[in-house]
């Protein structure tokens, strides 16, 4: 075993052969878009991004579903074409699943994965001296929070869905060229929650620059509103001890970064020396990226303005 229970990083991993290790990952949640083909293709990605947060390809999966059993079938339908027509598009394969019946839909995805051991990337490997990386913005759980309030414009909610749908496939495949040091996806625990694992399991502290940190438009709009998810509050009280925050920094701008996200971007950590190959690799294949800080000696994370 690669990783396991003790590691507590995005999935585990088993090796089978001294060049093939396996990924095994499950994620699943109730809908957080009103139409039912985005939800299971959404649902699908957020489930896919761990094996790729670890360096890995998709190889199948199996779909987890609870739904009401008064549920109109068209409507099922459409979540499962959503998450099989997502795993196609990663290259993978839906070979089945299992249903239950329950009073609030369900839907998500048991993944497998492979990647060669010697490229397995962790939580666990970076190093003072990195460079911090992310690739999506943030700002997707303000957006579906204030959605379900029928507070979110429909065009900031076009493009939370755009960017949960944006598969993390590219940038996983572009790091694996360059060599990184440890990577995470960004998603319920939020930006900070994530980074304060990274850099515990790392032993080392994570710098962010506030200015450099992308944001969904409308996100800082919802978070000046305070239409916070109840997750960002979790967030906050588990791994507030974690962060520190640099004088001027506004409480809704602090909560906002413990927000949780839906199918977000990879945070990775690399050397300073190879920044410039994988911003470079990235630019040329379109995929979006923001250095928003450092690794340091010390513990913990800083934010600063």
Not at 33 to 52: E, L, R
Not at 131 to 153: H, N, Q, R, S, Y
Request: hydrophobic content about 45%; charged content about 20%.
């Amino acid at each position: 075993m690669l990783v396991g229970l003790t590691s507590g990083d995005d999935a585990a991993v088993f090796r089978l052969t001294a060049e093939i290790a396996v990924i095994h990952t499950v994620d699943f949640f109730t809908p957080i878009v009103d139409d039912p083909y985005s939800y299971g293709a959404i649902a699908a990605a957020n489930a896919m991004s761990d094996v790729y947060a670890m360096g890995g390809e998709v190889l199948l999966a199996l779909n987890v579903c609870g739904f009401p059993a008064d549920m109109a079938p068209a409507v099922i339908i459409e979540i499962l074409r959503g998450g099989a027509e997502k795993v196609a598009e990663a290259g993978g394969i839906v070979a089945g699943g299992h249903t239950l019946d329950d009073k609030e839909p369900k839907y998500g995805l048991a993944v497998v994965g492979v990647v060669h051991p010697d490229k397995l990337v962790t939580k666990a490997g970076a190093r003072p001296g990195d460079a911090l990386v992310l690739t999506k913005p943030l700002g997707v759980g303000l957006i579906t929070t204030a959605f379900k309030g029928d507070a979110a414009e429909p065009a900031h909610m076009a493009g939370a869905v755009e960017s949960m749908l944006a598969l993390n496939r590219r940038a996983a495949e572009l790091m694996q060229r360059v060599g990184v040091d440890a990577t995470t996806d960004v998603t319920g625990f939020s930006l900070l929650g994530h980074s304060s694992e990274m850099a515990g399991q790392s032993g080392v502290r994570f710098r962010f620059r506030l200015q450099n940190i992308p944001l969904l438009e409308g996100a800082q709009r919802y978070a000046q509103e305070w239409l916070f998810p109840a997750g960002t509050k979790c967030n906050r009280d588990y791994f507030g001890c974690e962060v520190g925050f640099a004088a001027g920094i506004s409480e809704e701008q602090q909560m906002l970064l413990f927000t949780p996200e839906t199918s977000g971007g990879l945070l990775i950590a690399l050397p300073g020396e190879s920044l410039k190959a994988l911003t470079d690799l990235f630019a040329a294949q379109g995929q979006p990226f923001w250095i928003v800080g450092e690794v340091e000696e010390g513990r913990g994370v800083e934010v600063e303005k």
